[in-house]
């Protein structure tokens, strides 16, 4: 575990130079990032924890790209339904029918043949291409992909949520 004394020291210089992020590296190797929102404490982790689980809503999209998707709980507490249909997700207490904001990573978002969605903007980066999608209920989703499958602007496409992926939620 990290000493409490040297994340006291990090986080007084991040709060003086107005940082939103401090990383932390300890005599334990272990990187530990702290996520600030105005001076507070969003989160404490490992970069992967803040990317992959989220603490907020905040740190979601502070930590990377992310696409809120809204969603509703159903008697099932574990399944979120979608635009992409039914997700997985660790999420708050919410009763059937509340409204939810699932958290749904760019590359999480898989395109095939289809008409669920229009490709309003794409660019390519060599290793992954970053894709905007419009959907038909105004939504904008960004989507990465490997770019051995190059869609076009103005192509339609189906979109889904990758099945093996979790996600977090968040109240709406």
């Known amino acids: 575990m990290i000493d409490q004394d040297v994340i006291e020291r990090t986080l007084s ?3 003086r130079t107005g940082a939103d992020f401090a990383e932390i590296y300890a005599e334990d190797k272990r990187n530990t990032s702290v996520a600030l929102d105005d001076g507070r404490i969003e989160q404490v982790g490992t970069p992967d924890e803040l990317y992959r689980t989220p603490a907020t809503r905040w740190v979601a999209g502070f930590v990377g790209e992310a696409n809120f998707i809204s969603g509703s709980r159903t008697s099932n507490p574990d399944k979120i339904h979608t635009a992409l249909g039914p997700i997985a997700v660790e999420t708050p207490s919410a009763e059937p029918g509340d409204n939810i904001a699932v958290l749904v990573r760019p590359e999480q978002i898989a ?3 289809g008409d669920d969605a229009e490709i309003t903007t794409v660019e390519y980066y ?3 291409v ?3 999608l ?3 209920d105004g939504t904008v989703l960004s989507a990465r ?3 051995d499958r190059l869609h076009q602007r103005g192509e339609r496409v189906a ?3 990758e099945s093996s992926a979790t996600t977090t ?3 709406s």
């Open 13 to 15: 210089v991040a709060l």
């Open 111 to 113: 395109l095939s043949p």
């Open 126 to 128: 060599g290793h992954d």
């Open 130 to 132: 970053r894709y905007e």
């Open 134 to 136: 419009l959907l038909p």
């Open 145 to 147: 992909a490997h770019p």
């Open 159 to 161: 979109i889904s949520f």
């Open 169 to 171: 939620a968040f109240p």
